[in-house]
T-cell receptor, first 113, second 112 residues
Framework: DAKTTQPTSMDCAEGRAANLPCNHS???????VYWYRQIHSQGPQYIIH???NNETNEMASLIITEDRKSSTLILPHATLRDTAVYYC??????????????FGGGTRLMVKP | EPEVTQTPSHQVTQMGQEVILRCVPI?????FYWYRQILGQKVEFLVS????????KSEIFDDQFSVERPDGSNFTLKIRSTKLEDSAMYFC??????????FGPGTRLTVT
């Protein structure tokens, strides 16, 4: 089962920042937070991942709380093409860790003009 | 930018038939995965494959399923005797390292 909780849906105005929350209160010390998105029925697309520090790349920023029990994915200037289902996934990384991704229901983000 | 490709994009088959879904991974990727998504449901892990053997598999991946890299490049998923409930989108994912997975566009399998 997914170890994360996300709102079912959110709306965002085009050009504004989209802030997508994720709760992972049972996260363990060696588990990372990953974000993927799925546009319509396409394959999931990797966005970003982090352990405890905030991360930023060309797509988004990831803010992880100090206690690591929650995080927020930020799309700084949402466009209509960012309309998708966003998945927050917690997984362990390491030699003996399983590599499977466990997807939950995600947040359906609707970017509106 | 290199991408994972999958063929066919849509496969229609009759119940009981065998199907083979193909994936061409990104060059130099060593880790391979199959996932499926039944219409309206979550993306589900099926199997992971590394160094020519299965690393992990889920309960869904029963004896009707098999995977291989027949020619060192393509990565295939075979369903021996398809059932109606196998109808789904099947996604291949590959990665160079254990912590990355890049997904292909998927194959829509329809079993009639």
């Amino acid at each position: 089962d997914a170890k994360t909780t996300q709102p079912t849906s959110m709306d965002c105005a085009e050009g504004r920042a989209a802030n997508l929350p994720c709760n992972h209160s049972t996260i363990s010390g060696n588990e990372y937070v990953y974000w993927y998105r799925q546009i319509h029925s396409q394959g999931p697309q990797y966005i970003i991942h982090g352990l405890k520090n905030n991360e930023t790349n060309e797509m988004a920023s990831l803010i992880i709380t100090e206690d690591r029990k929650s995080s927020t994915l930020i799309l700084p200037h949402a466009t209509l093409r960012d309309t998708a289902v966003y998945y927050c996934i917690v997984r362990e990384i390491g030699r003996n860790a399983g590599n499977m991704l466990t997807f939950g229901g995600g947040t359906r983000l609707m970017v509106k003009p | 930018e290199p991408e994972v490709t999958q063929t066919p994009s849509h496969q229609v088959t009759q119940m009981g038939q065998e199907v083979i879904l193909r994936c061409v991974p990104i060059s130099n990727h060593l880790y391979f995965y199959w996932y499926r998504q039944i219409l309206g449901q979550k993306v589900e892990f099926l199997v992971s494959f590394y160094n020519n053997e299965i690393s992990e598999k889920s309960e869904i991946f029963d004896d009707q399923f098999s995977v291989e890299r027949p020619d060192g490049s393509n990565f295939t998923l075979k369903i021996r005797s398809t059932k109606l409930e196998d109808s789904a989108m099947y996604f291949c994912a590959t990665g160079r390292l254990t912590y990355e997975q890049y997904f292909g566009p998927g194959t829509r399998l329809t079993v009639t």
